[in-house]
Every structure is written in structure tokens, then in C-alpha cells.
DNA sequence: GAAAGCACTTTACATAAGTCAAGAAATGTT
DNA sequence: AACATTTCTTGACTTATGTAAAGTGCTTTC
């Protein structure tokens, strides 16, 4: 637990006076797998930083399919930045794939942080800055790497998501059909 | 001019003595087609509010291709924030489209706005939210809507890019080959 | 103002991925 | 344990998009 924090709050900037009183804000939630962090339409209150578990984000789409967007795996961070910081109901869903422990930040606990810590202001940008990038790689990616390439790329780098979460939802996170998943699964172990 | 800087820093929290010291700050840029603002491997020192022209952004892929990954028409914000916010080199060039006016903000002169002034603040903590709202959306549309749906919205809610960008940057930008494009407009036409 | 170079279009063909439907396997429920 | 449900696989067929190559028409340039 103490490893997820520093593992989260990882930046020069913060003291070790800066950290107890981050952690000290954090509450411990145990959440049974598919229940919800957020659900559409409501407006976000707090993130969460994942100790146990796999996380997901998703929306439906106009034919009301769920569409995967994103996956959070231990040690990252579930926050529905729009709805958090915009103060909007979210279109997104948050749901535990599986079991999980997680760490809850209410969202005034944390503006308490972020107006008084200049620290936490500078880690906070960085990490948008860092979700814009990752996201951006994503798209590049969606664009000029075929599904199954697409597919070894998370069979290496997350490996916990090929693990715990159901084809049909890392089918609709790589933007193919779950037949087409269960194909390329095939030939990847033939090959 | 001054349109410019309303629809940009249009936030509750800035008055008109904020608005004054921010736009002080800013300098007007002329910008010959095709020059770039940035280019890859270099570190990004200021963003840019576009008066005028058509911008974008590109990175290339493994096989040397330029992928356009965003456009940026007037009175938008070109900020390559993960180069500019964590002082890291750019992976992605900006480059004018056409010939444009543009206003700059140098990092230092911001950062001084960021660290005197709660509204810039939330201000850009409210912008870097709606980024990545519009690149999850983007990354959905990809998924869930054919290339000619992508074109076809494109057209209706930034006719700029169509009317200025050429064919293969809107192409590598949608995800498909130039040749599918060509064909898309081929049939709207038609129809 | 002819040549060269772009930007775009068109054609023929190849291929990745989608759709639909049936069945097998796994999981959850009483 | 038996049943119902969900999850995954497989097959046959369709379709959207990619590839390669040739052709058209504009610009740019010397």
C-alpha cells in the first residue's frame, strides 16, 4: 500500500510532510467486481488509485453497445478528468472488471491539496499531461497497427488486462468485433 | 483580436484586471505556410492562440508516414502539452497549413500566470479536461463510425479543415488512404 | 513556355475485419 | 446436480478499406 502511493505521487516536488498528508486524505474502498465507481450521468466526486484489481471505463455507443475506452491496472489512477474537474455529469462509466481494493480521494479533499500545495499542482498538470500523451499514442496506434498487432502490444505491456477482463471487452477497447478477437487469439497460438 | 482572447480565456474566474495582465503577455506571430512552430526533438518553449489559418500537428509512424493527429482552426489553442508541461522533447511537429497570425505565449510568462493566478489555474486545469475529452471522443469515433460517417462530420463541424488542409493530411487525420478518401468524396458528390 | 513535380482521381485487385448464425464451453443459480 | 445464462469459438459469406499503378490536371520553376 504504501509502494501504491509512492508508486502514484511520484514527483521532486513533494516532501515527505507533503506525502502523509496526501495519503492521510485517501480512504480504502473494497469494491465487488462489476460494481460501479461512476455511472453515467452522475457527476464524479473523487478518483481512485487502484491497489487490487482491474478497473474499466466505458461508454455506449449511439446503438447502445458498451465501447471499453480504458483499462486501469494496479497501481494507476481511475479518474474521469472531464466530470471531475469540469464539474459535469459524466458520459463514461467506471466499473470494477474484477475484486478490487482501491483508494478514494473525494474531490474537495483534493482541491483542499491542490489550492495549498504548489506540489500538487505541478504533479497534477504532468499527469494530464502524461493521460493527453498515452491517449494520443493510442490513436496513432489504432491507426497504423493492424488488430493483431494491436492485440501483442497489450499481451506485452498489460498483461494483467488479457488476464482478467473478457474478450468481448478487450475486443471493443481494440476496436474490433469479438470474433475477430477470438480469430486473432487462434492464430496466435498456432503460430 | 480582442474576440480571440475572450472565446479563449473564457472562465468564470477571470476579471478584467486578469484579462488585461494575460493578454499583455501574449505576441503576435506571423507564420508563411508550411513553417512549423515546432518540430520533433525539439522542446516546446510557448503555445499559440490561432487568430488566423490552419494548423496541425503531426508525428511519424515506423514506416516514416506523416500521420496528422490534429488540427487546430482559428481561435483555437496549439499547445503540444506533454512537450510544453513536463520539459520533455516533442515527438510531434506543428506545422502552419496555410499562412496564419498567431498569438504566443512564452512557458516562463505562463508559468508566472499559472503560479500568481487561481484563475489560470482552473482555467487550465478546465482546458487540459476538455482536451482530453475531445481525444476520447475522437478515439470513440474511430471505433464506432465508418471513414465516411468521420468525413462527413469533419465537414459539418470544421468545414475549415476541409476548405484548407489537403486531401492526404485530412486522409492520414480520418485513419484511411488517400485513394479511400478520394472515394469517399466521390460518392458524396454523387449523392 | 516546356518540363518537372505535386495533388488528386480512377481502376483492378487483394485483404482485413465485420456480420450472422450455430454450437461448445464455462459460469452462475436454484 | 440440473438448468439457464453468459462467454467464447467456428464457419460461410459480405463489405469496407488498402495497395499499386496509371492517368489527369494544376502549379512551380528555370
Given at each position: 500500500m504504501d509502494q501504491l502511493f509512492r508508486k502514484i505521487y511520484?514527483?521532486?516536488?513533494?516532501t515527505s510532510t507533503d506525502m502523509l498528508e496526501i495519503v492521510s486524505l485517501h480512504k480504502r474502498v473494497i469494491l465487488p467486481k462489476n460494481s460501479f465507481l461512476l455511472e453515467e450521468g452522475k457527476t464524479a466526486n473523487a478518483y481512485y488509485l487502484i491497489e487490487k484489481g482491474l478497473i474499466r471505463f466505458y461508454v455506449h455507443d449511439y446503438n447502445g453497445n458498451e465501447i471499453t475506452t480504458q483499462f486501469i491496472c494496479e497501481n494507476e489512477i481511475a479518474n474521469e478528468v472531464s466530470s471531475l474537474f469540469q464539474r459535469i455529469p459524466s458520459i463514461q462509466n467506471i466499473q470494477a472488471v474484477t475484486d478490487a481494493v482501491v483508494w478514494k480521494i473525494d474531490f474537495e479533499d483534493f482541491q483542499h491539496l491542490y489550492h495549498t500545495m504548489e506540489s500538487v499542482r505541478e504533479w497534477g498538470r504532468e499527469w494530464m499531461s502524461a493521460q493527453l500523451f498515452q491517449i494520443q499514442q493510442r490513436s496513432i496506434e489504432m491507426i497504423t497497427q493492424s488488430a493483431s498487432s494491436r492485440y501483442l502490444h497489450l499481451m506485452e505491456y498489460r498483461p494483467q488486462i488479457i488476464q482478467q477482463a473478457p474478450l468481448k471487452q478487450i475486443a471493443s477497447y481494440l476496436g474490433i468485433a469479438d470474433t475477430s478477437l477470438s480469430r486473432i487469439r487462434k492464430e496466435i497460438v498456432v503460430s
Open positions: 511520484n514527483h521532486p516536488l513533494f
